[in-house]
């Protein structure tokens, strides 16, 4: 007799070609499809719902299921032309490394539960610390993204700066063009509204350096007790930098834990324009950086590292006597971060590095930063664009006339046109749409076409 919940061995290679060929057609015809496809939620719900089928049902047609009625809908972050927000542009490299990771069911919460995985992420997070420019020795741990390394780096904050405790006259500071993330981080972790200042960006949407320690001075002598400033490196808006390197000269001179989001923008550092941007990340207690956005990667791969060795342990440090078993040797990720039970998120930027070589991802980078200085120019070139904010990290945001409803009526009508995908924002109180140019499959002319039919539309 079979074993439960097991198929022939022949029809789990035939299965697993058939899945293999829809990615690889997928991917060869992504720039023919639309950046963007809706669907109607209804329609969705009665080709997908229904209760659960009872008995066993055709294993190919569940995948053309999957193929055609669930994965062709939503926002297709490593098309070419999909510009919106922050795209995630991977490689078919980390799809294979993903796909291993799961057929061999990869667990990477103890040394003895998966030593193999575990090296690899340590060998991946000392790749990225090289890259910021954090000393050895510095600690780390992937998460699935921004939002839970925002928690995981606040907490370490909180540990070293406030003994763990959420001290109700602690104050953390960052500007106005934070990411809401670290907001949302800061209220989960037990922070009431009052105890984060949101200051006000200055003329390059940037933390101003005076204005923090006119606040933290301001706070002190209130009685409160200042501990953590968050800085931005590429601000999801307009790709701003904060001045890294004042801002840690500030968060030394009052003992205040820097933490740097690089989520978007940290992986600038593989290229030269990048480092020069982001001089100072060197100097911050804790950075978030996100593979799965600059680096190319799948989701879900982000990243925290922290500066100070044994951090994160003391900050998450896990026991319980059902887990005497699976103690000491090399690293436990379950004591660096939430998570008892994770996979091998590590192996894909490993996997990819080594099949690409570095120097392929250097000049990916270098690529997103130069499209978005290309349209840049295209914009300043044909009249009638206003550009609101300069090419930065890969980002652009401009407009087109005075109205703020006619920059988001553009932005829709290149959705439904299907070409690209566009968003908005909002720059200093202006609606302004915004270009993100990650993704080194993009071509220049690509970038034109688009700015051509923004105009039409």
């Not at 963007?36 to 719902?49: M, Q």
């Not at 510009?83 to 796909?99: E, H, K, Q, T």
Request: glycine content about 12%; proline content about 5%; some cysteine.
């Amino acid at each position: 007799m079979r074993e439960p919940l097991t198929l022939p061995p022949e029809e789990m290679r035939r299965l697993g070609h058939l899945v293999v060929d829809r990615i690889v057609d997928h991917m060869e015809e992504l720039r023919e499809l639309r950046p963007v496809r809706a669907a109607d939620a209804a329609e969705l719900r009665a080709a997908l719902g229904g209760p659960p089928p009872e008995q066993p049902g055709d294993a190919e047609r569940a995948l053309e299921l999957l193929f055609e009625r669930v994965l062709p809908f939503g926002q297709h972050g490593d098309h070419p032309r999909f510009f919106a927000r922050i795209g995630s542009p991977s490689n078919y490299v980390g799809v294979l490394a993903d796909a291993a990771a799961a057929g061999f069911n990869v667990f990477t919460g103890s040394w003895t539960g998966g030593a193999g995985a575990a090296t690899v992420e340590l060998v991946v997070l000392d790749w990225l610390r090289s890259l910021c420019g954090l000393p050895a020795g510095a600690d780390g741990v992937m998460v699935s993204g921004g939002s839970v390394g925002a928690i995981t780096a606040l907490a370490a904050a909180r540990r070293a700066r406030l003994d763990g405790r959420s001290d109700p006259a602690a104050v953390a500071y960052m500007s106005d063009q934070a990411h809401a993330s670290n907001g949302r981080a800061l209220d989960v972790l037990g922070f009431a509204r009052e105890q984060v200042r949101s200051l006000p960006s200055d003329a390059g949407l940037r933390l101003a350096p005076g204005a923090l320690t006119d606040a933290v001075r301001a706070d002190r002598a209130a009685g409160r007790r200042p501990f953590c400033v968050i800085g931005t490196a590429g601000t999801t808006s307009t790709g701003a930098i904060d001045p890294l390197t004042e801002l840690a000269v500030v968060c030394a001179e009052h003992g205040l834990w820097l933490h740097v989001d690089g989520a978007y923008g940290a992986a600038a550092m593989l290229c030269p324009a990048g480092r020069a941007a982001l001089a100072g990340i060197e100097r911050a207690d804790s950075i978030v950086l996100d593979p799965h956005k600059w680096l190319f990667q799948p989701y879900e791969l982000g990243s925290v590292l922290v500066r100070e060795p044994g951090l994160l342990e003391r900050t998450f440090g896990l026991e319980g006597a059902y887990l005497r078993d699976v103690t000491g040797g090399e690293v436990n990720f379950r004591d660096r971060s939430l998570q008892l039970t994770r996979g091998g998120r590590a192996l894909k930027l490993w996997l990819s590095i080594r099949v690409f070589g570095l120097a392929a991802f250097r000049e990916a980078v270098a690529r997103g930063i130069a499209l978005a200085e290309h349209a840049e120019a295209v914009l300043s070139a044909r009249g009638g664009w206003e550009v609101v904010t300069p090419a930065q990290l890969g980002i652009v945001c401009f407009r087109r006339g005075s109205d703020d409803g006619e920059q988001s009526r553009i932005a829709e009508a290149m959705v439904r046109g299907g070409y690209a995908a566009a968003s908005t924002t909002v720059v200093r109180g202006r609606v302004a749409l915004r270009l993100c140019t990650i993704n080194p499959r993009t071509t220049f002319e690509e970038i034109e076409r688009t700015i051509e039919l923004m105009e039409s539309a």
